[in-house]
């Protein structure tokens, strides 16, 4: 330990009595090192966002829709394969409810309306058409009040589930439950208060109502053909047997013949996962870019100061070496002192960098997240490119020779 100890007591000695060219260098580590844990933080915020997002879902549901946009076109000449799908049906849904295998489905349309109450309009929101099961994967909870019954789904009532923002712009303070709103002109009785899971962007900023499949289809203006499922497998089936009993059923109920492509898709949360994954590896590799830019501009100063450090340090590394230090002894004290110059960079650009992160995550909706791996890798790559870039001006120092040194003026 105490040649490691002693060469940082001289680095740092190094770094004071040059402060300006030692700046400059800590700089480009700095920036590099800023950029790693800026980029880093904001992915591994998405990840984990993305992760609990999906876990508000429950573990083991999955989606089957006509046309996810992550799956392989059968057909690359084709931009718009979905228009060769038939689109799922209510009745495709009930039998998959009645699998064995499978606890609930729940359908999904989206159609979009204004919504008045008294003198007060919000314009182009969001209408939701689920059936009485939504609840169990939408995530989040609804207070005050309730969602929508199994018999109000099946009579189409007219009773909406506002989201906690559209309800603030509708009602303010009053409270909103057993009060009667319009949608597309006809009267709805507002039953509950629906309060959405921390989306990835901010999603739950947006204004949102939830009413009955079968009351969406019959009163809101609504795109059709879009129909999806969120399939719920029961507790002790395993997830794939769930998803080759719907896909067989659907398949089936469709009349594909075997070798025929599935005129559905079905998405679980890993193939989700990986599907995002792949979009991310892009600003991975910007991170790389940028990161290892930084690293290179700090590393070339660190040849420099080290160059010029050896340079004036030509009569000490003399009389040490008179004095009996190996080469080993002298080559480690340079690399110590490299080392320790691109650490005190690292260090630099992990505060500014974990700073601006949390400034990020404060501000915006935009998630971001710091993990310890981070900033261990952030670390670990300024040390070694102290090391790496130190080696030259280092091996340098050790293979002078010692009358020479004592020579030097």
Do not use: C
């Not at 795109?223 to 080759?244: H, K, M, N, S, Y």
Request: net charge negative.
């Amino acid at each position: 330990m105490t040649p490691l100890l002693e060469g940082v007591g001289i680095a740092l000695t190094s770094l004071r009595a040059h402060k300006l060219r030692a700046a400059l260098t800590i700089l480009g580590v700095a920036i590099g090192v800023m950029v790693v844990m800026v980029i880093g933080a904001l992915i591994a915020g998405f990840d984990k966002g993305l992760s609990g997002m999906l876990a508000s879902l429950g573990p083991k549901t999955f989606y089957v829709g006509r046309f996810w946009g992550g799956t392989q076109h059968e057909d690359p000449d084709d931009p718009n394969p979905w228009r060769r799908r038939p689109p799922l049906t209510v009745a495709e849904a009930e039998r998959l409810e009645a699998l064995p295998s499978i606890a609930f489905v729940v359908v999904d349309e989206n159609g979009s309306a204004d919504i008045q109450f008294e003198n007060r309009q919000v314009g182009a929101v969001s209408i939701q058409g689920r059936d009485a099961d939504w609840p169990k994967v939408a995530g989040g909870d609804i207070s005050p009040g309730r969602s929508f019954s199994a018999l109000e789904d099946v009579a189409n009532a007219r009773v909406v589930v506002l989201n906690e923002k559209l309800a603030g712009q509708l009602f303010e303070e009053r409270d909103p439950i057993g009060r009667r709103v319009k949608i597309a002109g006809l009267p709805y009785d507002v039953i509950g208060v629906y309060h959405p899971p921390t989306g990835l962007f901010g999603e739950g900023d947006q204004v949102e109502a939830f009413i009955p499949y079968g009351t969406l289809v019959k009163h809101v203006p609504y795109w059709p053909g879009w129909l999806d499922f969120f399939v719920a497998p029961e507790d002790t089936v395993p997830i794939q047997r769930a998803i080759d009993d719907v896909t067989v059923a659907l398949r089936s109920m469709r009349g594909l013949r075997p070798g025929e492509p599935s005129t559905f898709d079905v998405v679980t949360q890993d193939r989700y996962l990986q599907a995002v994954d792949s979009m991310t590896i892009m600003f991975r590799i910007v991170m790389f870019a940028l990161s290892s830019v930084g690293l290179m501009v700090g590393g070339i100063g660190v040849v420099a100061i080290m160059m010029i450090s050896v340079t004036e340090r030509t009569r000490e590394i003399g009389v040490r070496k008179a004095l009996g230090a190996t080469k080993r002894e002298i080559l480690w004290q340079f690399l110590v002192e490299a080392a320790t110059l691109t650490l005190v960079g690292g260090i630099v650009g992990m505060i500014l960098g974990g700073a601006i992160a949390y400034t990020i995550g404060a501000v915006s909706p935009v998630p971001a997240y710091v993990p310890i791996s981070s900033i261990v890798v952030a670390l670990a790559a300024a040390a070694f490119t102290g090391v790496l870039f130190g080696l030259y001006p280092a091996n340098r120092a050790a293979r002078l020779d010692p009358v020479e040194a004592l020579r030097y003026e």
